[in-house]
């Protein structure tokens, strides 16, 4: 089955730990993406690449880093800068010059 | 101001009705439009997509665009509970350059079709 694949769902962590979200897609998508999503406020973006080896900062970068080293794989990391970590974080990927976006199942990021 | 506006609802109607659901924006470049269903705890998933102003209908979903307005509507008839959701609307400039795949996204109405 064709899809994106984000894991673990659920993730807890103490302050000040650096910690490295996954997102996988076999769909042959050139483009992949990093939301996150908090409550009343929409989904927010973080980072993109449009190909491998080149991302480009969101509107909420500061406190993430992000790499593409393949086409398939697309990790976020939401280190210990990152002030308010706690959120849903949402991973998508597109082909194509529509911008039609298919996310995954997303990861719940708790901060203790 | 944001650039997309989208009443939080929450929406609560009953089973059978027409649902009507909106967004407003100020950026006139906005060129693709998206819908977005968003079960709770889950990814959103793509529900309808549109280009430039008009009318596009899928099953019991239709999207229209009114570009003169800068405003977009989802139209849900015979709803049904299992449309129980965020739905979100979405939209962008245009493909190539730095604004690739640069989704803005209202913040999602959630709706409730109750039996």
């Known amino acids: 089955d064709g899809g994106i694949t984000q894991s673990p769902k659920y993730l807890f962590r103490k302050e000040g730990q650096n910690v490295t979200l996954s997102c996988e897609q076999n769909?042959?998508?050139?483009?992949m993406y990093w939301y996150r999503q908090d409550p009343g406020q929409g989904l927010r973006l973080i980072y993109y690449?449009?190909?491998?080896?080149?991302?480009q900062k969101g509107d909420i970068a500061e406190g993430y880093s992000v790499s593409r080293e393949k086409k398939e794989s697309f990790p976020l990391t939401v280190t210990s800068a990152q002030k308010n970590p706690t959120a849903f974080y949402l991973c998508?990927?597109?082909?194509?010059?529509?911008?039609?976006?298919?996310f995954g199942p997303g990861t719940r990021l708790t901060v203790l | 101001q944001k650039e997309v506006e989208q009443d939080p609802g929450p929406l609560s109607v009953p089973e059978g009705a027409i649902v009507s659901l909106n967004c407003t924006y100020s950026?006139?470049?906005?060129?693709?439009f998206m819908w977005y269903r968003q079960y709770s705890r889950k990814g959103p998933e793509l529900l309808m997509y549109?280009?430039?102003?008009g009318n596009k209908e899928d099953g019991r979903f239709t999207a229209q665009v009114d570009k003169s307005s800068k405003y977009i509507s989802l139209f849900i008839r015979d709803s049904q509970p299992s449309d129980s959701a965020t739905y979100l609307c979405?939209?962008?400039?245009?493909?190539?350059?730095?604004?690739?795949?640069?989704?803005?996204f209202g913040q999602g109405t959630i709706l409730t079709v109750h039996p």
């Open positions: 979405a939209m962008s400039m245009h493909a190539g350059g730095t604004s690739y795949g640069k989704l803005t």
């Open positions: 549109t280009y430039s102003s």
């Open positions: 998508a990927s597109s082909f194509g010059l529509y911008n039609e976006q298919f």
């Open positions: 690449s449009q190909i491998v080896n080149d991302f």
């Open positions: 950026n006139s470049a906005f060129q693709y």
């Open positions: 769909l042959n998508h050139d483009a």
